[in-house]
């Protein structure tokens, strides 16, 4: 009975067992201080719930999407909670609470986003080989942001939607050589394959609880590693505002730009609804002022729809495929918080900050920098992140094209039916 | 490109950007004391997965129903803390809160109710101005409510589902005249439109996604505005048991009432297992006893059933429309509520309550009241929640009817085509 | 228009007005102290959003799955709460706080997981039958196995999962003489109530909003009666883990035992990802050690696949039906959980425990047992749970088949034509 597709997935099993031994080694419980960190559960809704069902929309991927998305989350929380420790290791062991379990949790929206652009063109093998490269590479970078650079990025906007939206760019533009002869076409001309990259009714409906889901307790996200009262308090405001106004702007924008009387596309309502929470998350524990909330989340909300409506066909064109937008969703309202923590941080002063100025930006309390140095170490944050995720995006998305990873040809793409036995 | 119905949500456009200077002017960051309340996010929940999907259960109305409810809600929660606040303004500054969040996110209930009423049956330029009309009417009314009256309605069941379920139904009173000539007749000839106002085998499953949400939270919206530990319980136990009982009494009526065999209703099971949610919500907090929970949700489960089967039929007959039957599950279990408000008030005892009395009814504690008059105030909450409701619905309905808010035709009723590009 | 079927479910509004004398005469408000318990409103959703959904997978039984799960579990916890409690009653009066309410949850699982063995061929009046001596029963176990041999069973592994399970199964064999003669075939000789116990697609996908909902909030399930923060922390971190490693272990597992190229089984995905949360609930507040964690979730996640791809069909053949795999999901899992717990009790020691000891083994701390007496507490609580399970299970299975409860006839299984108005 056991053939050889029985072994398809083994290499993942081993992975899973060579992790289990890591843990032995390696892992001891933390002590109960953190116990009772905030966001967690709500966060870790956002992840199963939040990006699964928003990837959902497909009509003939659903089972994927939510699958694929529960598998690499799962192995990745495994994976990511030894690389980012890797780093605060002491004496050879690495101490786990329930705030390693966020923080895991917050390092798999990375791959999760990646996952997004390749939503059906890349195999579950692909799809896992990049989820244990991304994670790595993505620690290591969370590492130069939080610890080298000492950025203020509270709510990763910088290190893991920025990451994780060119990361997938990155793979996708290695992908392209493949795709080129088969780029699909605008005129009709359908492959099965092409015709399945498009939502039904139910499925754009199913993708709304993702849509939702992660649009309530994106303040959660946000806020759950601050550090005090106070902090916590404006990163939460500040995200719920940036979000109501960028979900006003992107019905407005999604209205106005549409070709047929005014009516709302739904891929605009699903994700730049979301983008609000994206560009304030580097920002979001600063002083930026209800009003300064508010503005960011209008500004998120026009850039990520007329990314949508212009420069993601333009992408298509040119066979970097982006199924579900993350350039739009997250990668460039992940610059843009990034820009915007710059500003911030050079606009920072003692009078308005007090006591928070060392622990808002941790490389003024820690380091003693002047506000200026601040700023331009959030900058550099910001053009490493890119220039890593790109790089390591291409190099692995180069590497994940071996046929032992079973890459997938075009009339394959879209379709739970490769994947799933189905009713 | 730009075409003039590109211009058709310009004025909400114009609307967030008014926002945003107000938010400016006026808007500051409150201090962290209430930075750890309860109920912000399981209420957001409701909010925005709990109203929102309940009201997918029209078979071609889900797009609508989810995208107005939370542009609806994201435009009143960014109004409301402004509204709410302006009577509370300390030097002409609001400041924000996690508590005014969860303030806003319960205003915007009253609108989302609001719009249950008028489903499939109002524009979107419609929905946007009555929405916006009312939160600011609503937030006068929940000024006299709590601050004039010092009525104890801790869960809103005046305040906010009386006001926003008879403001609903004063929007469908003006709206009347209108439809007279086009009243969906029950004999078979149907419009197309007519067709539309019933639900799909997957609908009305989606639907149970927001009305089991909106059930398992309810606990928390009714206590989130509780001052001690005892009193937080007490609405959490109560909230739970009339909401059990409720549910169990539903099922059984549902199935009495039926005409074939003792089925259930959709209808009913969506909507009246959450009327013991209302009917508690305004003496949750009060000593009405385990075994009172449970009497108060029984009897909302048979007058929320006797009002689908019995009252809905009679409103629509004579044009007066109410698609979600907001009356049955908002309007006369909030009465119910009020009224056990008066009651409950005037039974309340030194023995009984003892240091809370004067906390779980505020009028006792800061004006001196005697229970006799706190009863009196409970009444005239109630009674003027109802009149300011109806006449400021009825008026803004009858302002609705401009042709610049683009009024629907009855053959476009219930139908995502003309909001929505669909699949 | 009342007719004889109206009376269909008199008896169960009977014993909700009994359940509401009882609540008067009976319970009391608790005082504030467990007021801020962890836990309730994550299980909350878990069994009214979590099992509800999860049943949801049968194409034509989704408003049933929701249906009798709601009622089911509405009328079990109003009911589980005086039940519990009745062993703990203080002058007759019970005193009910939060903790009650996420006791209650808790206990209502139990008669979801008989609900899921029995989906789709018991009857609305037979299951109530069923929940109600069920609870009763599952609380007299819960008594012997919580305070009479004092078993570390913090998440309910034995006395919640194995009970349920056993209980349904115990249930099952009783129907079976029933079904006997009309056993479904699997040579295609199909009725119509036979085809219907398949999903669809969309209906795998709205089991998925379940089964998610279950796999994320576990970790609050089996932490929820924890005593300290590193308590706490600990069944957190172990659960988080031991789900995670069940789940890629799942997914390869499942694609591995796949007659068709390796793809993988909505029905193993759905469920046997859960069976980490089971395997580790009576151990996760132990020191048995991240990697051991990770050991335990694999462990589950390969005796879970092999159980629905070898063990339920061979059950089905000889007429123990067990329509959601239950024994697959928390039979055997429960079991694995409880025979972890009399090892990990065995190997207690004050060096890895300290003051701990005492309290994560309460027979220890409250009757000075040594550990062996404990390990052999831990293994007498989970023989007499499976033994009490079964057979009270069997006894009450062949109670429900009266013709007063309505038994199904074959050809009206899984089919919700008989329990609702479809559109």
């Not at 990025?153 to 992908?175: E, N």
């Not at 550090?227 to 505002?241: G, W």
């Not at 409506?309 to 992940?334: A, E, F, Q």
Request: with cysteine.
């Amino acid at each position: 009975m056991i053939k050889y597709t029985a072994f398809k997935y083994a290499p993942v099993l081993a992975f899973q067992l060579l992790l289990m031994v890591l843990y032995f080694i390696f892992v001891r419980y933390g002590g109960g201080e953190d116990a009772n960190i905030k966001g967690f559960e709500d966060t870790h809704v956002m992840i199963f719930i939040g990006f699964g069902f928003l990837m959902t929309f497909l009509k003939k991927y659903s089972y994927s999407a939510l699958g694929f998305n529960w598998l690499l989350a799962a192995l990745v929380i495994q994976w990511a909670l030894l690389c980012q420790s890797f780093y605060h290791m002491k004496n050879n062991t690495i101490y786990v609470t329930k705030k390693s379990l966020l923080e895991a949790d917050i390092m798999s929206a990375t791959v999760l986003i990646t996952f997004g652009a390749l939503l059906g063109v890349a195999s579950g093998l692909q799809l896992l080989f990049i989820a244990i490269v991304e994670t790595a590479v993505a620690c290591l970078n969370m590492w130069l942001v939080a610890d080298v650079f000492k950025a203020s990025d509270v709510g990763g906007s910088i290190a893991i939607h920025t990451f994780g939206a060119y990361f997938g760019i990155g793979v996708s533009m290695a992908l392209k050589s493949k795709n080129k002869d088969t780029t699909p076409t605008t005129n009709g001309n359908t492959t099965p394959s092409v015709d399945l990259n498009a939502p039904s009714y139910i499925s754009d409906v199913t993708a709304m609880i993702g849509s939702i889901f992660l649009w309530i307790y994106w303040p959660s996200f946000n806020s759950g590693l601050t550090n005090t009262d106070a902090e916590y308090q404006r990163a939460v405001v500040n995200t719920y505002l940036s979000l109501a106004a960028a979900t006003v702007t992107t019905f407005v924008l999604s209205s106005a730009l549409n070709e047929h009387k005014g009516k709302f596309d739904m891929v605009h309502i699903q994700n730049s609804t979301l983008a609000g929470g994206v560009a304030v998350g580097s920002v979001c524990n600063m002083q930026i002022g209800a009003g300064g909330a508010v503005a960011i989340g209008i500004g998120a909300g026009i850039l990520s729809v007329l990314g949508y409506r212009y420069l993601t066909p333009k992408l298509t064109k040119i066979g970097i495929l982006d199924t579900c937008g993350v350039n739009n969703l997250h990668g460039m309202p992940g610059i843009y918080s990034g820009v915007l923590s710059v500003l911030f941080a050079g606009l920072a002063t003692s009078d308005a900050y007090g006591a928070e100025l060392g622990t808002v930006f941790s490389g003024i309390g820690q380091n003693g920098r002047t506000i200026g140095q601040q700023a331009l170490n959030q900058f550099l944050a910001l053009v490493v992140t890119l220039l890593l995720s790109l790089v390591s995006g291409f190099l692995t998305g180069l590497l994940s094209k071996i046929p032992a990873l079973e890459p997938l040809k075009q009339k394959e793409w879209y379709n739970d039916e490769i994947n799933w036995e189905l009713p």
